[in-house]
């Protein structure tokens, strides 16, 4: 099974598919996104990146969202839920982007939410981990109101980033 569908009052989060390659390429290429990144963002890498998460051997539950307008089915951003192949102990971390002309709406915080309720109540993980770069200032923000937590400071990602962590509410199981 992949990740399920999750609905929020706003957006649908419906699992990635081949066909989101170029507007995931519109979001990660955008000056905004593309500075926390170490490489520079081409079609051919979000396309072999797309097909890396979809053929990824993720537990039952977990995988790639992509994020659409309920009214209108645009694509607003793109999120994670998997295993985190960057600190090598088995964690679950959740990622979230999210277009910049939709940006500073609490889109990306009611996404991420509902991944995490996911995470909780469905998965029945204990914990869930977000990577955040450290001059990421609207990331550390959303991550701080969700709950998340500074752990540590790495480099991850190719640069320097927080490891957030954030524990289920006992309220979720």
């Known amino acids: 099974m992949s990740v399920p569908e999750l609905l929020t009052p706003r957006l649908r989060l419906r699992p990635l598919t081949r066909a989101d390659v170029d507007p995931l390429h519109e979001l990660l290429s955008d000056p905004d996104a593309a500075r926390f ?15 890396e998460l979809l053929t990824a051997d993720n537990p039952e539950g977990m995988g790639s969202y992509s994020w659409e307008d309920r009214e209108t089915g645009e694509f607003v951003g793109h999120g ?6 960057e600190t090598g102990d088995g964690r679950v971390e959740m990622g979230w982007y999210l277009l910049r002309k939709h940006q500073g709406l609490g889109l990306a915080t009611e996404a991420a939410r509902a991944v995490l309720d996911h995470a909780y109540r469905t998965v029945g993980l204990d914990q869930v981990i977000a990577l ?5 200032e609207p990331s550390v923000r959303i991550a701080r109101r969700l709950g998340f937590v500074p752990e540590s400071r790495g480099t991850y990602y190719g640069g320097p980033h927080i490891l957030f962590t954030r524990p289920a509410d006992p ?3």
């Open 80 to 85: 994670d839920l998997r295993p985190c192949p």
């Open 171 to 173: 309220a979720a199981h």
């Open 132 to 136: 955040v770069h450290e001059e990421n």
């Open 37 to 51: 990144l170490p490489f520079p963002v081409t079609r051919e890498l979000v396309r072999d990146h797309v097909e």
